[in-house]
T-cell receptor, first 118, second 118 residues
Framework: GAGVSQSPRYKVTKRGQDVALRCDPISGHVSLYWYRQALGQGPEFLTYFNYEAQQDKSGLPNDRFSAERPEGSISTLTIQRTEQRDSAMYRC????????????????FGPGTRLTVT | AQKVTQAQTEISVVEKEDVTLDCVYETRDTTYYLFWYKQPPSGELVFLIRRNSFDEQNEISGRYSWNFQKSTSSFNFTITASQVVDSAVYFCALSEAWGSSNTGKLIFGQGTTLQVKP
């Protein structure tokens, strides 16, 4: 079946502009995560959705970053008033629903959106 | 706090050599999960293995094997008879067990770049 898809794959924007990054998870995966990966680093957690509920946004760096998943499927990560330090690879991942406390499933990652802020 | 350390930044081997990638983790949770992901030059993140904290059995999958030792908080990855196609960045990751206050987010190490020369 289809994997996680993200669009756009590449985005170049000027400082101060807003950008919206889209993620379409694997069908049936109700858990959705956003990560940010700087060059030469491992991905860092940004936010988590369980269905449409944003249950953890502790990794969002500041209030310019927001995310939504209104119908429990496609998610959008929005960065307002972009700054050069926002340049990175933004990755989305989805996983099976954790029906039992204490169980975490593997996450499947999309190809990422490479954001460059000039 | 949870942390993953991959002390080896870069490893270079010649094809057919065996290579072990080290991963050391820190967590106060008694239930947790450990993962390995591969990031080939094309950039995607590919899931390799998931292991929970109660299962210390070593696992073998073809040329890949994993050694989980709770006593030393390590989850090392060995590639036997390495091949050029194994060249990639390998990430070790830790996840708290999903539950009422945990989201299963992944905490990644910095990654180890493996170069396999022909």
């Amino acid at each position: 079946g289809a994997g996680v898809s993200q669009s756009p794959r590449y985005k170049v924007t000027k400082r101060g502009q807003d950008v919206a990054l889209r993620c379409d998870p694997i069908s049936g995966h109700v858990s959705l995560y956003w990560y940010r990966q700087a060059l030469g680093q491992g991905p860092e957690f940004l936010t988590y959705f369980n269905y449409e509920a944003q249950q953890d946004k502790s990794g969002l760096p500041n209030d310019r970053f927001s995310a939504e998943r209104p119908e429990g499927s496609i998610s959008t990560l929005t960065i307002q008033r972009t700054e050069q330090r926002d340049s990175a690879m933004y990755r989305c991942a989805s996983s099976l629903p954790s029906v039992a406390t204490g169980v975490s499933y593997e996450q499947y990652f999309g190809p990422g959106t490479r954001l460059t802020v000039t | 706090a949870q942390k993953v350390t991959q002390a080896q930044t870069e490893i270079s081997v010649v094809e057919k050599e065996d290579v072990t990638l080290d991963c050391v983790y820190e967590t106060r949770d008694t239930t947790y999960y450990l993962f390995w992901y591969k990031q080939p030059p094309s950039g995607e993140l590919v899931f390799l293995i998931r292991r929970n904290s109660f299962d210390e059995q070593n696992e073998i999958s073809g040329r890949y094997s994993w050694n989980f030792q709770k006593s030393t908080s390590s989850f090392n990855f060995t590639i036997t008879a390495s091949q050029v196609v194994d060249s990639a960045v390998y990430f070790c990751a830790l996840s708290e067990a999903w539950g009422s206050s945990n989201t299963g987010k992944l905490i990644f190490g910095q990654g180890t770049t493996l170069q396999v020369k022909p």
